[in-house]
RNA sequence: GCGCUUGUAGCUCAGCCGGAUAGAGCAUCGGCCUUCUAAGCCGAGGGUCGCAGGUUCGAGUCCUGCCAAGCGCGCCA
């Protein structure tokens, strides 16, 4: 109805214009808006008064010459002109009842579009690097990611999920030997665990698992490990040269062979966690893309090799840098260090070459706020490798801080001090999980209570929706218990029977559905659609409270059917939109 | 210090490219269950949209300055 009436509009404007009543050179951008006061009709239009703005004429009267030009069309009973130049529409209830067949008849596929047209998404998300597992921090970031990779494929594009695994680095070289030193203590060694070290149960989990599998085959007395290491943090050295010295340590005393069986135990055991735990939170993707296969086919280097030839690079002081500074970022950023090594950073402009090589029309990276300042240097690496950056979208998920009640919760993957996404998950659900993190703004900082969250009874906005589910399926248990007849036809045919203002509101925003799916999946904002389905939710609630549904009047009774039927299918195609379930009774 | 993000009701947050009287949930107060699930509904109170300027027919929304908060500023990942 909105594009209808912008079509209206458009071919007004256009024969004004050859009427030579508004100048060519005139751009006006036609828009349409759902009014939010009834009195103001159905929808309006402010492009009279910005016309007249560019026309230097006075609204009204240009409104007046638009309704004049404005071809005739059965839905549009009323317009008039108010305010400073608005120009509203009244539309004609019975041309709304045709939304409850069309969801009907669509049933599933309802909502969906081809907006996008089949282009290519590839859409990045959570990639935490597995060296321990998610917690409720990256949860935000799978339920967003996930949320917004199913708006755009419901909107026509089409959608290419990744996970980028980090399994290689020093990161998982701390890992591997912390699990090693682990697994010392289980042989039964006694030593003193690196401060820098990762402490958490599960690394104690692995290395008992790891004895079992191996028994005594990688024991080295501790003191060929400890002795002679620069001095930890708390006995006044520095935790990172000490952690680096036992990393070193641990690859000379167990050959590349049994480093690479530890490694690869701690790696293996915890990307399964992870794979895991985001497939019983709803979150799949096509693809996890390994960060190690990319620096052994040579990526990496064909990728700088790439920038060099085109004279981006440049040695100082040992290392080779990436003159970014010259493409918006703060200043050069190193990719070889001094030691011969790769930093991260180059693994990820192979990484984005890669991704563009692939040919996706768009790039989406879902990442944490903190590595906000990362963007300008990964849109110069575009840049250099001769793409269009803006072929990249960041979308960063904010966090903010966590709270249990008034008491705030530090969160540390070394110390092994978090709440992990299983924990919520078994402590809330599925659902709620899925529900409270898509709800606000994914940009936005926000306070995460987890007192509120796992409160299962009131204050979880989820089931509120899903009790208007249920609650629609209950009425059709009824209808059944009491052996009453439902005749989808009739129903059909006595739609204008609907003329209670809860059963209007309810044609309205049922008609609004696609629009919210479509501006949703383009603004990357699930919180849009959450927001809808509350809407949609507290109507039905109203209506239910304000109107018997399952009346004697048979003809109004099977509109009234029709008409809740379409609001339960809008409620599980939209919360299916978010991997939330819509449970048949609660 | 510089950069990014944010500041809306007691609390947590919406507010779609600038539009008509700024919204919701929670909390508080008062009503509604012999009739389709009360995890619900109906109603009331509660606001200088951080502060000060500016842009214009019109600003919570755009611009500038200030104040405050979070994050980021490694040859870490």
Not at 382 to 394: E, H, N, R
Not at 573 to 579: I, S, V
Request: include cysteine; charge should be negative; charged fraction near 25%.
């Amino acid at each position: 109805m909105k594009k209808r009436l912008e079509v209206l509009l458009r071919s007004a404007i256009d024969a004004l214009i050859s009427r030579g009543e508004i100048p060519t050179d005139v751009q006006a951008e036609v828009m349409v808006e759902h009014t939010r006061d009834a009195r103001h009709g159905d929808f309006a239009t402010n492009v009279a008064m910005t016309l007249a703005k560019a026309m230097r004429g006075n609204p009204r009267s240009v409104a007046e010459k638009i309704i004049e030009a404005l071809p005739g069309d059965s839905a549009v009973v009323k317009t008039e002109i108010a305010g400073p130049g608005f120009i509203n529409f009244f539309i004609d209830p019975q041309a709304q009842f045709g939304i409850i067949p069309q969801i009907i008849e669509a049933g599933h596929e309802f909502g969906r579009s081809e907006f996008g047209a089949g282009k290519r998404v590839q859409v990045e998300y959570v990639s935490a690097n597995p060296t321990g597992p998610l917690h409720v921090g990256h949860g935000r970031g799978a339920a967003y990611g996930s949320a917004v990779a199913k708006l755009l494929a419901a909107a026509g594009f089409e959608v290419h999920r990744e996970y980028y695994v980090n399994d290689a680095g020093r990161q998982m070289d701390i890992l591997a030997a912390s699990v090693w030193l682990r697994y010392l203590e289980e042989c039964g060694e006694v030593l003193v665990f690196p401060s820098n070290g990762y402490r958490g149960e599960y690394v104690r989990d692995i290395a008992q698992s790891l004895h079992k599998a191996v028994g005594l085959g990688l024991r080295h007395p501790s003191s060929a490990v400890t002795d002679h290491l620069p001095p930890d943090e708390p006995e006044g050295g520095d935790k990172e040269l000490h952690i680096d010295a036992i990393v070193a340590r641990t690859k000379a005393l167990l050959g590349s062979e049994d480093y690479r069986r530890v490694f690869g135990a701690g790696l293996d055991s915890i990307l399964d966690d992870i794979r895991e735990d985001l497939f019983e939170f709803g979150v799949a993707y096509e693809e996890w893309f390994s960060e190690r296969g990319l620096t052994e086919s040579g990526a990496v280097e064909r990728a700088l090799e790439k920038l060099r030839v085109a004279g981006h690079l440049y040695e100082k002081e040992g290392a080779i840098w990436f003159a970014s500074a010259a493409l918006g970022d703060e200043k050069d950023r190193v990719v070889v260090r001094e030691n011969g090594q790769m930093t991260y950073f180059a693994s990820d402009i192979a990484y984005h070459m890669n991704k563009l090589e692939r040919g996706f029309d768009r790039i989406i990276n879902i990442w944490g706020a903190d590595h906000h300042g990362y963007i300008p240097r990964v849109k110069a690496a575009i840049q250099a490798l001769g793409a269009d950056p803006s072929k990249l979208d960041v979308l960063l998920v904010q966090f903010a801080v966590l709270y249990r009640g008034e008491e705030r919760v530090q969160m540390s993957t070394r110390s092994g001090e978090f709440v992990t996404l299983r924990q919520l998950r078994n402590e809330v659900g599925k659902d709620a999980a899925r529900f409270f993190y898509v709800m606000r703004k994914s940009d936005q900082h926000m306070d995460f209570d987890l007192k509120l969250a796992t409160s299962r009874t009131n204050e979880n906005p989820v089931f509120y929706v899903q009790y208007a589910h249920a609650r629609i399926c209950s009425v059709f248990r009824q209808l059944d218990e009491k052996g009453l007849p439902r005749d989808l036809l009739q129903g059909m045919q006595h739609l204008q029977r609907l003329c209670e203002s809860h059963e209007t509101d309810l044609l309205a925003s049922l008609t609004r559905y696609p629009e919210v799916v479509e501006s949703a999946a383009l603004q990357q904002a699930p919180h849009h659609l959450v927001n809808y389905l509350r809407e949609l939710a507290a109507e039905l609630h109203a209506y239910y409270n304000a109107c018997q549904f399952l009346v004697e009047d048979a003809a109004l009774r099977d509109a009234r059917l029709n008409l809740i039927a379409a609001v339960r299918q809008i409620l599980v195609n939209g919360l299916g939109l978010l991997d939330v379930s819509a449970p048949e009774s609660m």
